[in-house]
């Protein structure tokens, strides 16, 4: 069986398509890049991305499961929690490292085209309320935690591991579940979008998703989904963000859906318009490091 093949296997179990349907290029791709998987070799992640790019409709996704895979660390090798998040979090940097030196391979047009993301990314609001919901269910519906470890074991049975590694082991696929399920990033902006790449977005849930512009904002972003105080917050001080920090340029604002929208937020320092990263002057860049959506930088 040709790797080829592989993928167009995978994507027809996920999405319930054709392989036709693929290759008429019906669909984004994501491709997922599982840390640990000794197939995923640089050469074999290549191979991935090159046909990604070639048989999707408009954008390609590379998903790295790093977060959730510490889990695998603790249960195989017993490394205390800490060390497995760290050490999942550095391999996971090296396939994002692999997966940016294959891109750099691809002509200009396409860098846009790509978007890597780590599990953090994913992790919206509306995905934490969605694992939480599993997580009481794998806690009170038998039936559902006999599912659930049985996959677990379809995928590593081995004598070593004991019920209580099963157990740990089983929070992978309950991570996994919402995002393969739903989906949480989308290609089609709103009002309450918030952009994490080029032309790719999530979807907020409350009250996430109200989160209002501010030419002197309290808060600011940090990787591309979390939102953080840039100072202590006073009570009932509203949360408000510089749409500058995720808005990469003004066409379309994605924010706030027309071009140059005049801002209203009442600040000394009043911009105007509706900030876009572009435009945006070495001064606040200088004010606003380190909470600036890092796929801006
Ligand atoms: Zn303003």
């Not at 996971?92 to 047009?109: S, T």
């Not at 600011?220 to 340029?249: C, H, W």
């Amino acid at each position: 069986m040709s790797k080829k093949f592989i993928i167009i296997m995978k994507i027809t179990t996920c999405l319930n398509t054709t392989e036709k349907e693929v290759l008429a290029k019906k669909f984004n791709i994501i491709i997922g890049i599982s840390i640990g998987n000794k197939y995923f070799t640089k050469e074999n992640i290549r191979d991935y991305l090159l046909w990604a790019v070639k048989n999707t409709k408009e954008k390609v996704a590379i998903l790295i499961p790093d977060k959730i895979h510490a889990v695998n660390y603790e249960v195989r090798s017993g490394y205390k929690k800490e060390r497995s998040l760290k050490r999942a979090i550095n391999e996971g940097e090296k396939i994002e490292n692999i997966a940016k030196d294959i891109i750099e391979e691809l002509p200009f047009e396409k860098h846009s085209v790509m978007s890597i993301l780590k599990w953090e990314d994913i992790e919206t609001e509306e995905y934490k309320r969605r694992v939480s919901v599993l997580y009481d269910e794998f806690k009170d519906n038998s039936k559902f935690r006999n599912e659930i470890i049985e996959i677990v074991k379809e995928y590593c049975n081995s004598e070593k591991l004991t019920d209580c590694d099963y157990e740990k082991l089983a929070t992978y696929p309950l991570e996994e579940l919402p995002m393969l399920v739903c989906g949480t990033i989308t290609k089609i902006p709103s009002i309450y979008t918030i952009p994490i790449g080029f032309d790719l977005f999530i979807d907020p849930m409350d009250p996430g998703k109200y989160l209002n512009h501010s030419c002197e904002p309290s808060c600011g972003i940090k990787n591309r989904t979390q939102i953080v105080a840039m100072s202590d917050l006073k009570k009932d001080e509203e949360i408000t963000i510089d749409y500058a920090m995720f808005v990469p340029t003004k066409q379309g604002h994605p924010r706030v859906g027309i071009d140059a929208p005049i801002c209203r937020c009442g600040a000394k320092n009043r911009r105007e318009q509706f900030g876009n990263y572009e435009e945006l002057s070495d001064e606040l860049r200088e004010k606003y490091k380190g909470y600036i959506s890092d796929y801006l930088i």
